[in-house]
């Protein structure tokens, strides 16, 4: 059983709790007291993770930080499909890892402007934003020219891999942050495809998808 | 308020905005829009806000027929925008009048275009065909629209066949002059050539102003590039516009931002904010439709098409039904057979009665396609709640129209339900292919005698499980057999539905009674012979009425005090017990008073 060190309302957490869900992996959640008790910041969290963050786990023994770290071996190691993270297509897994850098950006970014008005971080909030806003810009383009391309995700394979996963929550939620995505419209139509994968499963912030009977 | 921005055609978004199953979240002139297309191909851009919290519709749900809000889950249909159902009062029919704001929507181009008042027609642009029109990226540009058209005046873009060039791996061929071949305030056409004048093509650059310091460019090329040139025609003038919008943002940084726009919110009409005065007269046609079509549904049976000569047909829900005003006078009460967010027609089937009064008749034999007929609105006193853990509808003969309704709303929306058919043979079954895409929910119960029937009655309204709905239409004998086997097994009065095609109720109207009215204050008398309606009218008191004969409910008041006979087979045994309500149409007095709430 994974051992998953956990605050409810963190992206960063959700992402693990999200490919857990979906490879539908079992897991016992450890509840971190993140805000406002800054447990993660404690002497005795530092005995599991030194650097103060979370995600954590511990997968019998074996325990790991930091949640895109934690994204690689997950799919690596329990994603029968291979597809989550493709060990064998070099051109998909150079793409994922390029994705998942450029998912670092927006949780420096979307995520540090939800972190600014939620729990009154100390950020340069027009500089976050901005920045969350050309990252979105970009995103928002290469999935219109993935749509033409007929592909439905970041990378180049048919099928949804860790560098979305890893993008979704911080663009889910930057209207927490106040970043709009009302002029994304690729990337509000990639979000409505991502909550309709098997095993998707939410947070506060993030909407069920609906379960009305298919098109057609 | 309406300057020339607002009475123009506009676009609102791109033909790959409006993918199956999503709401895009546009603007115009400072107003938010919703904008989403249903299974049936038709494109809605409403305002973004629902009419209940406010809450932006593009966060809700698209589900084909219906825009769900994310809040409350309150529906609306396509092409209304009219409210179906209200899941914190799931016995309740959402008022008609409940209806968000919509635009007028229509496509050209590969755009989606709309307006906040536009007269006239959208642009016709000689350089665009129709078909052969090819949607670019939209881009959106932190600037006001009239900066974007003037930078797009001197804008420069290859010609396709080069970009196309370019795809083999040549390089762009050599560009050559851009002229400007149309423009006005909020587009310009271009024609850009090669330098050796051997190619050329035309591009229309339509600036869609979404609010003051927020501006679209959506183009369009002439032409369709070969398949193989779409993705490299698409990139370069994606970074052709991507670099004309860079250098306008900076331009507009150096100016003073404009004022924004100011959408004005509707304020909310007087009718939802009110109690509604009484309908002023009677029975109301308030609806011409035309024939559309007429065709048999089963034996005896017609089916019609009615479609709308002008305007949006109203919003219903499933269960309602309409009066259809018949050439020879009389007035018949018949069931949308629709499923959710069908308004482009209303489908009703017709049985004919040979020995009824001749509204059947009227129908079947005088009603002709192309006829226009006067209808009600619809009127739902037969709602369907969602709130079931399942739903049971069982249907007599033509008794299927209104449950052919719940069913398609039902099976729409994942909810658990059987559809029971009772009829005396396959010919006899109304909208059978209708009735063959409801799939495995379907029972059908053929040629059974009345004491078959009872039996199987007995089946399918046993054991009623929890939060089990049943709803029955059809002959009287069937619904008081219903009724009976229901409450033998245990199902309370408010788990059970009916709705009878007509009143066996034998009315003795020998009595004389006072009814007064509350709200009014007055006092009438209502004489031997003369219904309590009948008096009110006189009186110059209105009431809403359909069927006038105690089996639609529309007439219903609320009785303040004195003992109602009935007479009506719209409300149950327990409504009756409390006598709360009555139909004006055929209740009377068990004593010598009623008061009533009007």
Redesign the interface.
Same mark, same amino acid.
Request: hydrophobic share 40%; net charge negative; proline share 7%.
């Given at each position: 059983m994974i051992t998953l060190y956990d605050w409810e309302l963190s992206a960063n957490c959700y992402k693990v709790r999200l490919l857990m869900s979906i490879l539908g992996l079992d897991h016992h959640a450890v509840p971190v007291d993140f805000y406002p008790g800054w447990e993660h910041k404690s002497a005795e969290f530092a005995k599991i993770n030194p650097l103060g963050h979370i995600p954590v786990i511990d997968d019998d023994g074996y325990v790991l930080r930091d949640s895109h770290a934690i994204l690689v071996y997950l799919a690596a190691r329990y994603d029968k499909s291979g597809r989550w993270y493709p060990v064998d297509d070099p051109e998909v897994l150079g793409e994922t890892a390029s994705w998942l850098l450029f998912a670092e950006g927006t949780t420096n970014t979307a995520s540090a402007a939800r972190l600014y008005v939620n729990l009154g971080y100390d950020f340069d909030i027009d500089a976050v934003r901005a920045g969350a806003h050309r990252l979105f810009g970009v995103l928002d !383009?290469h999935l219109? /020219?993935r !749509? #033409? !391309?007929g592909l439905d995700w970041v990378t180049s394979s048919p099928h949804p891999t860790i560098a979305d996963l890893a993008l979704f929550p911080d663009v889910a939620l930057s209207e927490e942050g106040g970043v709009s $995505? !009302? =002029?994304y @419209?690729a990337l $509000? #139509?990639w979000t =409505?495809r991502f909550r309709q994968i098997d095993g998707f499963t939410v947070m506060p912030g993030i /909407?069920a998808p609906? #379960? +009305? +009977?298919p @098109?057609? | 308020m309406s300057g020339e921005a607002e009475r123009r055609w506009h676009p609102v978004a791109s033909q790959y905005d409006v993918v199956p199953r999503h709401v895009f979240w546009g603007r115009l002139l400072g107003r938010e829009l919703a904008v989403w297309r249903a299974d049936d191909g038709y494109v809605n851009v409403w305002e973004n806000r629902c009419l209940h919290r406010g809450v932006r519709l593009s966060v809700g749900t698209n589900d084909g027929r219906e825009l769900v809000c994310r809040y409350h889950g309150w529906r609306y249909a396509s092409r209304t925008a009219g409210c179906t159902y209200i899941p914190a009062h799931p016995a309740d029919a959402p008022a008609r009048t409940i209806c968000n704001r919509t635009f007028p929507a229509l496509e050209r181009y590969g755009l989606v275009w709309s307006g906040e008042e536009p007269d006239g027609e959208p642009p016709v642009l000689d350089a665009l065909e129709p078909g052969g029109a090819f949607a670019l990226r939209g881009v959106t540009v932190r600037a006001p629209a009239e900066m974007v058209v003037d930078a797009l005046s001197r804008h420069r873009f290859s010609p396709t066949d080069l970009i196309g060039a370019a795809a083999d791996g040549n390089g762009p061929g050599p560009g050559g002059p851009v002229t400007v071949t149309g423009q006005d305030r909020y587009h310009v056409v271009l024609r850009a050539e090669s330098a050796d004048g051997g190619s050329a093509s035309t591009a229309v650059f339509f600036a869609q102003p979404a609010d003051a310091d927020r501006t679209v460019v959506r183009a369009v090329l002439a032409g369709r590039p070969a398949p193989d040139s779409r993705i490299p025609v698409w990139r370069h003038h994606n970074t052709a516009l991507t670099q004309l919008r860079d250098a306008v943002e900076a331009e507009a940084r150096r100016r003073p931002p404009p004022e924004p726009m100011v959408a004005a919110i509707e304020e909310v009409p007087i009718h939802l904010s009110e109690v509604p005065e009484p309908a002023p007269k009677g029975r109301r046609a308030g609806l011409r439709v035309q024939v559309a079509r007429k065709w048999p549904v089963a034996e005896d049976v017609a089916g019609f098409e009615l479609v709308s000569i002008a305007g949006q047909l109203p919003t219903f829900q499933p269960g309602a039904h309409i009066d259809v005003h018949l050439p020879n006078g009389l007035v018949r009460q018949y069931s949308l057979t629709n499923g959710p967010g069908e308004l482009d027609r209303y489908r009703i089937g017709v049985k004919l009665e040979p020995d009824g009064g001749g509204g059947s008749r009227s129908l079947h034999e005088n009603v002709r396609v192309g006829d226009v007929l006067a209808v009600s609105e619809p009127r739902n006193n037969f709602p369907l709640r969602r709130d079931a853990v399942r739903t049971v509808l069982v249907a007599g003969g033509i008794g299927i129209t209104p449950l052919l309704a719940m069913a398609q709303a039902l099976r729409h929306q994942g909810l658990d339900f059987e559809l029971h058919v009772f009829a005396r043979s396959e010919d006899h079954i109304a909208f059978a292919e209708l009735i063959d895409g409801l799939g495995e929910s379907v029972t059908r119960h053929i040629g059974l005698s009345p004491s078959e029937t009872g039996a199987a009655l007995e089946s399918v309204l046993a054991g009623p499980g929890p939060h089990e709905h049943v709803y029955v239409c059809g002959p009287g004998p069937m619904l008081d057999a219903a009724r009976r086997i229901a409450a033998a097994g245990g199902r309370t009065d408010d788990t059970v539905h009916f709705e009878y095609f007509a009143n066996p109720t034998d009315i003795d109207d020998s009595t004389t009674f006072t009814v007064e009215l509350a709200r009014s204050a007055l006092s009438l008398e209502v004489p031997a012979g003369a219904t309590i309606m009948e008096v009110l009218r006189a009186n110059g008191v209105e009431v809403s009425s359909s069927c006038e004969t105690g089996a639609c409910g529309t007439c219903r008041v609320a009785v303040l005090d004195g003992e109602p006979v009935h007479n009506d087979v719209y409300l149950n045994d327990t409504e009756k017990q409390q006598g709360g309500e009555m139909m004006v149409c055929v209740s009377r007095a068990g004593g010598d008073r009623l008061v009533l709430d009007i």
């Amino acid at each position: 059983m994974i051992t998953l060190y956990d605050w409810e309302l963190s992206a960063n957490c959700y992402k693990v709790r999200l490919l857990m869900s979906i490879l539908g992996l079992d897991h016992h959640a450890v509840p971190v007291d993140f805000y406002p008790g800054w447990e993660h910041k404690s002497a005795e969290f530092a005995k599991i993770n030194p650097l103060g963050h979370i995600p954590v786990i511990d997968d019998d023994g074996y325990v790991l930080r930091d949640s895109h770290a934690i994204l690689v071996y997950l799919a690596a190691r329990y994603d029968k499909s291979g597809r989550w993270y493709p060990v064998d297509d070099p051109e998909v897994l150079g793409e994922t890892a390029s994705w998942l850098l450029f998912a670092e950006g927006t949780t420096n970014t979307a995520s540090a402007a939800r972190l600014y008005v939620n729990l009154g971080y100390d950020f340069d909030i027009d500089a976050v934003r901005a920045g969350a806003h050309r990252l979105f810009g970009v995103l928002d !383009e290469h999935l219109w /020219f993935r !749509e #033409r !391309e007929g592909l439905d995700w970041v990378t180049s394979s048919p099928h949804p891999t860790i560098a979305d996963l890893a993008l979704f929550p911080d663009v889910a939620l930057s209207e927490e942050g106040g970043v709009s $995505r !009302e =002029d994304y @419209p690729a990337l $509000r #139509r990639w979000t =409505d495809r991502f909550r309709q994968i098997d095993g998707f499963t939410v947070m506060p912030g993030i /909407f069920a998808p609906s #379960r +009305a +009977a298919p @098109p057609g | 308020m309406s300057g020339e921005a607002e009475r123009r055609w506009h676009p609102v978004a791109s033909q790959y905005d409006v993918v199956p199953r999503h709401v895009f979240w546009g603007r115009l002139l400072g107003r938010e829009l919703a904008v989403w297309r249903a299974d049936d191909g038709y494109v809605n851009v409403w305002e973004n806000r629902c009419l209940h919290r406010g809450v932006r519709l593009s966060v809700g749900t698209n589900d084909g027929r219906e825009l769900v809000c994310r809040y409350h889950g309150w529906r609306y249909a396509s092409r209304t925008a009219g409210c179906t159902y209200i899941p914190a009062h799931p016995a309740d029919a959402p008022a008609r009048t409940i209806c968000n704001r919509t635009f007028p929507a229509l496509e050209r181009y590969g755009l989606v275009w709309s307006g906040e008042e536009p007269d006239g027609e959208p642009p016709v642009l000689d350089a665009l065909e129709p078909g052969g029109a090819f949607a670019l990226r939209g881009v959106t540009v932190r600037a006001p629209a009239e900066m974007v058209v003037d930078a797009l005046s001197r804008h420069r873009f290859s010609p396709t066949d080069l970009i196309g060039a370019a795809a083999d791996g040549n390089g762009p061929g050599p560009g050559g002059p851009v002229t400007v071949t149309g423009q006005d305030r909020y587009h310009v056409v271009l024609r850009a050539e090669s330098a050796d004048g051997g190619s050329a093509s035309t591009a229309v650059f339509f600036a869609q102003p979404a609010d003051a310091d927020r501006t679209v460019v959506r183009a369009v090329l002439a032409g369709r590039p070969a398949p193989d040139s779409r993705i490299p025609v698409w990139r370069h003038h994606n970074t052709a516009l991507t670099q004309l919008r860079d250098a306008v943002e900076a331009e507009a940084r150096r100016r003073p931002p404009p004022e924004p726009m100011v959408a004005a919110i509707e304020e909310v009409p007087i009718h939802l904010s009110e109690v509604p005065e009484p309908a002023p007269k009677g029975r109301r046609a308030g609806l011409r439709v035309q024939v559309a079509r007429k065709w048999p549904v089963a034996e005896d049976v017609a089916g019609f098409e009615l479609v709308s000569i002008a305007g949006q047909l109203p919003t219903f829900q499933p269960g309602a039904h309409i009066d259809v005003h018949l050439p020879n006078g009389l007035v018949r009460q018949y069931s949308l057979t629709n499923g959710p967010g069908e308004l482009d027609r209303y489908r009703i089937g017709v049985k004919l009665e040979p020995d009824g009064g001749g509204g059947s008749r009227s129908l079947h034999e005088n009603v002709r396609v192309g006829d226009v007929l006067a209808v009600s609105e619809p009127r739902n006193n037969f709602p369907l709640r969602r709130d079931a853990v399942r739903t049971v509808l069982v249907a007599g003969g033509i008794g299927i129209t209104p449950l052919l309704a719940m069913a398609q709303a039902l099976r729409h929306q994942g909810l658990d339900f059987e559809l029971h058919v009772f009829a005396r043979s396959e010919d006899h079954i109304a909208f059978a292919e209708l009735i063959d895409g409801l799939g495995e929910s379907v029972t059908r119960h053929i040629g059974l005698s009345p004491s078959e029937t009872g039996a199987a009655l007995e089946s399918v309204l046993a054991g009623p499980g929890p939060h089990e709905h049943v709803y029955v239409c059809g002959p009287g004998p069937m619904l008081d057999a219903a009724r009976r086997i229901a409450a033998a097994g245990g199902r309370t009065d408010d788990t059970v539905h009916f709705e009878y095609f007509a009143n066996p109720t034998d009315i003795d109207d020998s009595t004389t009674f006072t009814v007064e009215l509350a709200r009014s204050a007055l006092s009438l008398e209502v004489p031997a012979g003369a219904t309590i309606m009948e008096v009110l009218r006189a009186n110059g008191v209105e009431v809403s009425s359909s069927c006038e004969t105690g089996a639609c409910g529309t007439c219903r008041v609320a009785v303040l005090d004195g003992e109602p006979v009935h007479n009506d087979v719209y409300l149950n045994d327990t409504e009756k017990q409390q006598g709360g309500e009555m139909m004006v149409c055929v209740s009377r007095a068990g004593g010598d008073r009623l008061v009533l709430d009007i």
